[in-house]
């Protein structure tokens, strides 16, 4: 009889403790697919005489509601079950997945380095802006209107404007001017700085790059200042023993002006491609302050005297990583940077 059948699965399911997923799965084909027994007793329902109908009707239902909800319980417990177990099969003694360290640029490591070395002889840092005025970057400095000199740095202009035209520094050599109108001697300071020349890209020129200027200027300040704070500083930076020689130069803010060669620091001088044989690699501009810029600037020139000196960060670097190609330094490529990975500080 159906009242007993549902009796008696009614039971079965109250009982029906599942050890796995597989049970429950069980359970699903027996009760409640298309030919499971909850279906089964429905059709049996038909069949049964009108007055039973009544009685019965709920009590299937009632009976097909339990199927129904064993079966959802039994199913939950078993996925966060599953998810358990899959979570103790990973191996926790494998290594982790390593991330990634940034590196510092190279060429602020060799910055940082230039600015240390100075730091310790009592120079400063001084900066200024990367838009300069025509007096800042050129007429303060001994460049006469018109005077072919100014063509030795082919320049961006920004803005002309009569007199004093706007444009990006073409050296950091501006800074001197903006460091000495703003105060008295004595003055000691290196100035690193971006700067921009109108040149066209390629393994050994751009249109920018980056370079330390320094000034020292006080009372008595002579060439051999110049001289041994310089030799001092390639000692510091390429090594004990190496070498360093003036050549007669010109800049129109110094007089006299050199330009200062080390011995080449990667054959010793021997010869190799880099010097082109010759052992020798220029590395800066230098020369004592003329007395003009002084004057620009509102010092005495008759009570002070000052040296200059200023040089590219990106030769400086590839003399000392020997890299060949300019552009590396601003086409931001992982792997030419994360050769330096070892070298944070
Ligand atoms: N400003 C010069 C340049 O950019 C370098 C320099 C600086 C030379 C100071 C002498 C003194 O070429």
Redesign the pocket.
């Known amino acids: 009889m159906l009242q007993d059948k549902i009796a008696q699965y009614t039971k079965e399911i109250e009982q029906f403790t599942p050890a796995s997923a597989a049970d429950v799965e069980n359970f699903r084909l027996k009760f409640l697919v298309s030919k499971g027994i909850v279906k089964e007793l429905f059709e049996e329902f038909k069949t049964v005489s009108s007055e039973e109908k009544r009685v019965l009707g709920k009590v299937l239902n009632e009976f097909k509601q339990l199927a129904e909800t064993k079966f959802q319980e039994s199913q939950t417990q078993f996925a966060s079950a599953a998810k358990v177990h899959k979570r103790e099969e990973e191996d926790l003694t494998l290594p982790g997945d390593g991330f990634q360290l940034g590196s510092r640029h190279p060429l602020s490591l060799v910055r940082k380095e230039i600015v240390e070395i100075f730091k310790k002889l009592g120079f400063i840092v001084a900066e200024g802006p990367e838009i300069e005025d025509d007096w800042h970057n050129f007429s303060a400095?001994n460049f006469p209107p018109e005077h072919p000199a100014r063509d030795?740095?082919d320049t961006f202009f920004i803005k002309k404007q009569e007199g004093n035209d706007i444009a990006l520094r073409?050296?950091?050599?501006s800074v001197?001017v903006r460091l000495m109108e703003a105060g008295q001697p004595p003055f000691r300071a290196i100035m690193p700085g971006r700067?921009y020349r109108n040149e066209a890209i390629s393994a050994r020129a751009h249109c920018f790059f980056h370079?330390v200027?320094?000034?020292y200027v006080d009372e008595n300040v002579s060439f051999a200042d110049l001289k041994q704070t310089l030799f001092h500083f390639v000692q510091e930076l390429y090594g004990e023993g190496t070498k360093v020689r003036f050549r007669p130069?010109y800049?129109p803010?110094?007089e006299p002006?050199?330009?200062m060669d080390i011995s080449c620091s990667i054959c010793k001088g021997a010869g190799c491609n880099l010097c082109k044989h010759s052992g020798w690699v220029e590395i800066?501009?230098?020369?004592m302050?003329d007395p003009n810029v002084l004057e620009n600037c509102g010092i005495d020139s008759k009570k002070y005297s000052g040296?200059?000196?200023?040089?590219?960060i990106e030769r400086i670097t590839n003399l000392k990583y020997e890299i060949k190609d300019l552009r590396l330094f601003s086409e931001n490529d992982t792997r030419f940077l994360s050769q330096f990975e070892t070298e944070i500080i």
């Open positions: 400095l030795m740095q073409t050296h950091t050599s001197q700067v370079q200027e320094g000034l130069s800049f803010f110094t002006s050199a330009e800066l501009g230098c020369g302050v040296f200059a000196f200023g040089m590219g």
